[in-house]
T-cell receptor
Framework: GEDVEQSLFLSVREGDSSVINCTYT??????LYWYKQEPGAGLQLLTY?????DMKQDQRLTVLLNKKDKHLSLRIADTQTGDSAIYFC??????????????FGSGTRLQVQP | GAGVSQSPSNKVTEKGKDVELRCDPI?????LYWYRQSLGQGLEFLIY????????KSGLPSDRFSAERTGGSVSTLTIQRTQQEDSAVYLC?????????????FGQGTRLTVV
């Protein structure tokens, strides 16, 4: 079955760059996603990358995908206190049942110190 | 509606009682997911609906859990004879399947507390 793993916690200073890492096991993954969850809120899609790409940039966010190593990262430039949240990596692939699985990692809690 | 709506936002129930959680997906979205998020944990897949296909119930933790989706729109997750370990935030998401993309939009969740 599919599995997605992330480190649990990251602390950075305001203005620094943050890099959140994720590894996955399913080689049939088609899309990979980063979601943000602020305290008491639902999940918000930040960005996604198709599996045949190796990089995607969107303002302060840069997603890097190493398909060979099944490694995904999210870089946040000039991290702000408002970026403090839990960041979930997720991947989608077809399962034997025909379902499009959307499998999440356990989330990385990003703490931004002023 | 503008987004995925879940109700109630909070539910406190006594152990052994049944509860129903409701999800209104984004209009036109054919796929609907239920996930459970326990305190400090990741998202645990529960059930998936896609159009008129039979739902994928492979994530339901026990036969006390069931879900239905009426008319391809609103979904209800039912937990019978609730237990304290059922306490969690139950999240619903919907998506419009385009090609292989599964851009899922989440509701705010229902926080269930079993006392």
């Amino acid at each position: 079955g599919e599995d997605v793993e992330q480190s649990l916690f990251l602390s950075v200073r305001e203005g620094d760059s943050s890099v959140i890492n994720c590894t996955y096991t399913d080689s049939s993954s088609t899309y990979l996603y980063w979601y943000k969850q602020e305290p008491g809120a639902g999940l918000q899609l930040l960005t996604y990358i198709f599996s045949n790409m190796d990089m995607k940039q969107d303002q302060r966010l840069t997603v890097l995908l190493n398909k060979k190593d099944k490694h995904l990262s999210l870089r946040i430039a000039d991290t702000q206190t408002g970026d403090s949240a839990i960041y979930f990596c997720a991947e989608t692939s077809y399962m034997d049942t025909g379902r499009r699985a959307l499998t999440f990692g356990s989330g990385t809690r990003l703490q931004v110190q002023p | 509606g503008a987004g995925v709506s879940q109700s109630p936002s909070n539910k406190v129930t006594e152990k052994g009682k049944d509860v129903e959680l409701r999800c209104d997906p984004i209009s036109g979205h054919t796929a609907l997911y239920w996930y459970r998020q326990s305190l400090g944990q990741g998202l645990e897949f529960l059930i998936y609906f896609q159009g008129n296909s039979a739902p994928d119930k492979s994530g339901l933790p026990s036969d006390r859990f069931s879900a239905e989706r009426t008319g391809g729109s609103v979904s209800t997750l039912t937990i019978q004879r609730t237990q304290q370990e059922d306490s969690a935030v139950y999240l619903c998401a919907s998506s419009e399947i385009r090609g292989s993309s599964t851009e899922a939009f989440f509701g705010q969740g229902t926080r269930l507390t079993v006392v």
